[in-house]
Structure formats: C-alpha cells, structure tokens
C-alpha cells in the first residue's frame, strides 16, 4: 500500500463527486482546447487561398480590399485593368509566373472566376498543395468550366452538366448570360480555401459574355433568351476594351542565391509606383487582417480559461465539502504516524488527480470532438479546417489544470493540516 | 506475570505530569506524579466517567501537549518530539484501540492494518515482513474472515478485531485502548478484552486499557484506579460527578 493508493481509494470511496467534479474539468477542458485549436485553424485556413503567389495587383482601393476581394471573393472587383497592363507588367520582370484574373460573375451565387490555364498548373492555392482533381480536367477550350468542390456539392452539379453565368455577384441582380452555356469538365478536390467556392473558366469566354452586353447596348445583336442556334457574339467579335481583367497573382522566381524578400520589396516598390494600380502583399495583408481578429478570438479563449478556473472551484467545493466527513480520517492516519504535512499532500494529490483525470478526460473528448466537428465542416460546409487538438496546446492545457488543481486542493489541505487529532477521536455521542 | 520485556525500558512512563483540563461548565487540572507500564505489562486504569482517562490517553499518545511533566514511551520523551517526528514516533512505538474503533471507513480491511505500517514505516528490524504478508498474518490470527471487505460491512466484533490488528502492526512497545468493550455486553466485553490482552502478548506489546469498568480486573496483571495515582483525587472526583453520562470530559 502506498500514499496514492490510499488518495485512489478515497477517490473511489466518493464516485460520484469525484465523477461529476472530473467531468466539469473535462468539460471546461475541452472547451479551452477546442477554442485554441479552432484559432490556430482558422489562422491557418486563412492564410491558405494565395498559396505561392507573392503579389497582387489590382484596380481596388486598397491592398487589403483587394486581397478580400481577389483571395477571398468577399466582393466583385469594383474597377478593372485593361488586359494591355497585364502584358506590360509581365514583362517589367522575369517573373516566375504572372496569372491574370478577372471576376464579377457568378452562377446561383457562386463567384466565377477567368483565368489562365496557369492558374491550375502553376498556382498554387496552399503553399506544397497543388491542385488536385476529383473528376475531370482543367478548361483547355472556350466555355467550359471548372468547379470548385464546394460549387460541385451544394449544386450537385457534375461533369457534362451545363451552366450559364449571371452577369453580376448575385440571382437577384444582373442578368443571366442563358445565350452562353458552359460545360462543366472538372471538379476540384477541397483545398481548404475560398477558391472551393468558385468556379473557374477561360478569360476568352467570360470577355465574351461583356462584348455581347456591349453589342447589344450598341444595338449589334439583339437581346435574346434563346436556346439554340449560334450566338450571336464570338471570340472574333472581341475588341481591346473588352480585354479587361481585375487581378493579377505574381511569383517572383526562386532561384538558388538570390534573395525573394529582397526582390520582392523591389518589385513590390517598382509597381507601386503605378498610380493606377494596387499592389498587395498577400501574406502581409493576412498577417494584419489576423492581427485585429487575433485579439477578438484572444477574448475567446480568455473567457473559456476563465471557465476552467470556475470548473477547478468546483474541486475545491468537493473537496472543502467532504473535509467535514473526513477529517475524523484524518485524525486516524495522524494517529497512525501520519505527519500534518503528510495529510495535507493526501489532499493535495486527490486534488491534482481530479484535475489531471478531468484534464485527460477534456483532451479526449476535445479530440473527438474536434475531429466530428472537423468532419461535419468538411462534408457539411466544405470548410478544410487543420481542426484538431495540437499535442502542444494540449501538454500545456492539461499542465495548467493540474496546476489550477492544486491550487484548488490547499484549502481544503489546510483543513486536513490543521485537523484537531484529540478532538476529531474523542467518544462523544 | 507479565512477559519477557523485549528491552529493560518501561513501555511508558509519566513523571508530574500536569494537564489543565477545561471545557465550558467545568475545568480540573490532571496531576500524576509518577505512572508507569512494564514491557509487556497489561494493565487496566479505572476511574469514574468524566475524570480525564480519554484526555490522559491523548496525552499519552502525543497528541495532546501537556503544561508540566514528561510522558516516556519505551525510553524516549514523547513530548520532547515535535511535529512529523512526533507522528512518526507515535505511529511505530504506539498503537491505539479506540471505543467505536475509528477504522478507516472505505478502506479494506488488509488496507486498515497496512497503512499502519506505511503511516508508521516501522524499521526493517522490528517488522521484517512485508507489509501485505504481515497484515494478513495479524488478521488470519484474529480471525478475520474477509480481509479483503470493506470495513463498514464487517460485524462490530470483527471490526474490532481489526482494530487491534491495526495498533499491533508496527509491533508497538504499548498499546492504549479506550473503553474498547464500552458498545459490546458483559460477555463479549471479557472475550474481547482477553482477546486483546492475548494478542499483545503474543506480540510482546504491554497494554494499558482505560475503562470504568471494573469487572474486567481478572483479565489484567495489575488493575490501577485513576484516583490513586493523581495528586488531587477531590478535584478529579468532583469534576466527575458533574460529567453527563456518555460524555465523558
């Protein structure tokens, strides 16, 4: 028989508050766990989207507007850059790539995006995380179209189907380009960021859908809602002006011995002196978006250590309320040579362990939690959320329960330390 | 006659010991020049309820600090001892059978008896077994049929038995038993108190009971009234004669 034998066994003499105050911890526990997991998630799900490229350029108001709108598809680009600038920046600088980008459409909701053919092979949306395709291909010819796997399962929508865009970001607005059909010819595997959400296609045809508006307000070609037939605007019929994108992602070339932070802040100062542009730093622009939800979710996770601190009260009460009950046990181990400091670690152990089988009990069930939760996001939402319990977060959560523990048990061991021997053994009725 | 004295020490003795004894309606002071129990020795203290035998004990044992005098336990001053030392002390040289047992409820009974010995950590010497093979040989001679039972679910009598199990674990120099047969009849009071007096024998420890029953005399080798051996049996007697039954003070 050891000490801890006889901490296990008053633990066990007293199940059911030993229970009920161990699951409180591990509830509190798992909460605090899953709120530091859930920030580093959706710290790192943010900074998935802009992949490998290094800069963004665009004709929005600011960097950070731009980034939005360009990574995130908060809005449509409001202003445009005619498709002779792109040429002109590509080749202001051997760039690794240059990917040109226009948005503004949408189908049933979801943002459309035009682009190169590049921006499947070169780009990437997650740094080492190339795409991949659950079916089909990448657009090789006009009016076919990509999905991204978030557009593919909230449509239902498969390779073969048919598509047309809405000019404009939403149903209600704009109006449908039913005149244009798409096919689809791919699905995208989840990457984990906005890009899920849209749906990709070549910059020739979306220019088309824009020069068939311009023909038909010059009185070109007639509005028309028909099926069938040829349409009555083609790739030919495209002018400069309609030639306009609303962002370019570039990758500067990483070569053995050059510096890309260096070149880069060039590049970054070169363009910038383009007042017609914007040029944005993706990484930095995400770094301070993080910075102003940082503190918020800081909140979060204040709050929930606040709970955990609530929750090894508890074990204090438990223990504070057993002491009446107890210290007539611990007259008798004093008697039997226990020191006062001995009884005292008694409690002070029972107390850690409450904690430290509360805290372990939070790790399980914040891991499985976590991992329904990642689950259900996944298929439910298509949100690829990095979502579970980091061995790091959960080392130091579960140290600073048992801490919280013992500081929660020197009450109640100072009861037992200063227990009255003589009086607690007396035979009165 | 009492045994071989396992050394030439008295297992305890008290020289002008003084203890100030108040509660609420009234307050006496205990005062015994000189009270010893040879190694060995069983002895049974009488005296009225109300007259200081539990406090005595207390005092006996080290858990209460007298205001005069020393008490000895197999050679070394109880009270010159401080602190852990002085649990550590009490745990391997004392055992203690207490009137409603104060077992350790929860706990088995092997488990009772073994944390004697890892609260007292008795020297190798003296308990040379291991903890587990000497409790369950001290509770197989008692009798104890279900070791491994919760104590709360014993008979009276068993947990009884396994309370001087528990005193005799570290192979005390003394046991001190108050009022051990005060919940059992007359009958049972005798067989316990000879199965008490015979288990310390075998293990060599003296035994001094506090009772007011003087019926259980036969049993002992030498029967000592409380009165006789303070220095101020009036005041003793007459705070007594005040005391409630079954409150003794």
């Known amino acids: 028989m050891t000490d801890l034998a006889i901490v296990l066994r008053s633990l066990r003499a007293r199940t059911f508050s030993t229970a009920v105050t161990a699951v409180t911890v591990a509830i509190a526990t798992a909460l ?16 998935r989207g802009s992949g490998n490229a290094h800069l963004l350029v665009s004709a929005d108001a600011g960097p950070l507007v731009s980034v939005l709108n360009a990574i995130f598809y908060a809005n449509a680009p409001q202003r445009a850059i005619p498709f002779a600038k792109f040429n002109q920046i590509r080749e202001s600088f051997p760039w690794a790539w240059a990917i040109p ?206 709970i955990l601190v609530s929750s090894v009260i508890s074990i204090l009460v438990a223990l504070y309320n057993s002491m009446r009950e107890r210290r007539r046990q611990v007259a008798i181990f004093r008697v039997l040579g226990a020191s006062k400091g001995r009884v005292m670690a008694l409690v002070l152990t029972e107390s850690a ?48 329960t048992v801490l919280l523990a013992c500081l929660a048990g020197i009450l109640p061991a100072s009861l037992a330390y200063r227990t009255p021997v003589a009086d607690e053994l007396r035979p009165t009725a | 006659m009492p045994v071989t004295p396992p050394s030439s020490a008295p297992a305890l003795a008290v020289r002008d010991l003084r203890f100030r004894h108040a509660s609420r309606d009234r307050s006496f002071t205990l005062d015994i020049p000189s009270f010893a129990v040879e190694a060995g020795e069983s002895v049974l203290l009488t005296g009225p309820s109300g007259s200081g035998k539990s406090t005595l004990l207390f005092l006996l044992a080290g858990l209460l600090d007298p205001d005069a005098g020393t008490v000895e336990v197999a050679g070394s001053n109880m009270h010159a001892l401080h602190g852990a030392a002085r649990d550590r002390f009490r745990g391997r040289h004392l055992g203690m059978v207490f009137q409603t047992f104060h077992l350790a409820l929860g ?61 005799l674990a570290c192979r005390p120099a003394i046991v001190l038993a108050d009022e051990p047969t005060a919940s059992l009849d007359a009958a049972n009071a005798s067989r316990a108190v000879e199965l008490l007096r015979a288990t310390c024998n075998a293990e060599k420890a003296a035994l001094l009971v506090v009772s007011h029953d003087h019926g259980l005399r036969p049993s002992f080798d030498r029967s000592v009234d409380l009165l006789s051996i303070v220095r101020n049996p009036g005041d003793v007697a007459a705070a007594s004669a005040t005391a409630p039954e079954g409150a003794p003070r």
């Open chain 1, 353 to 400: 362990l409450i904690g430290l089988l509360g805290g372990a009990g939070g790790i399980l069930l914040a891991t499985f939690g976590t991992a329904v939760a990642a689950s259900y996001l996944k298929h439910e939402v298509g949100l690829v959320l990095g979502f579970a319990v980091d061995p790091r977060s959960a080392v130091i959560v579960l140290a600073l």
């Open chain 1, 101 to 306: 980008m226009q948005q503004g459409d949408s189908f049933r909701g979801f943002p459309t995006l035009a682009t190169s053919p590049q921006f499947f092979s070169k780009f990437e949306p997650a740094v080492g995380e190339p795409w991949r395709f659950a079916e089909g291909r990448a657009f090789d010819k006009n009016f076919e179209a990509v999905l991204g796997s978030a557009v593919a399962r909230d449509t239902g929508l498969r390779v073969g189907a048919e598509l047309a865009f809405t000019h404009g970001s939403g149903d209600e607005h704009g109006h449908v380009h039913d005149e244009f059909a798409f096919t689809v010819v791919g699905i995208l595997e989840p990457t984990g960021s906005a890009h899920d959400r849209a749906i990709f296609c070549d910059l020739d045809s979306s220019w088309v859908l824009h020069a068939h508006d311009r023909r038909e307000r010059d009185g070109l070609v007639k509005h028309e809602h028909t099926h069938g037939g040829p349409p009555a605007t083609t790739v030919a019929d495209l002018i400069d002006d309609d030639r306009r994108i609303t962002g370019i992602l570039l990758r500067l070339p990483t070569r053995e011995g050059s510096s890309v932070p260096a070149a880069l802040q060039q590049q970054f100062d070169v363009l910038r002196r383009d007042p017609t542009i914007t040029v944005a730093n993706p990484a930095d622009q995400i770094g301070k978006l993080l910075s102003i939800i940082g503190r918020v979710d800081l909140l979060f996770v204040a709050l929930a250590v606040v």
């Open chain 2, 107 to 167: 706990y088995t009974a092997l488990e009772n008896v073994m944390m004697a010995i890892l609260f007292g950590a008795p020297p190798k010497e003296r308990v040379p077994e291991a903890p587990k093979a000497r409790a369950e040989a001290l509770l197989a001679a008692l009798e104890i049929d279900r070791p491994s039972a919760l104590v709360e679910t014993l008979s009276i009598g068993q947990q009884q038995r396994v309370a001087v199990a528990r005193a």
């Open chain 1, 32 to 47: 605090l766990l899953t709120l530091l997991s859930l920030r580093q998630a959706g710290s790192s799900a943010f900074l």
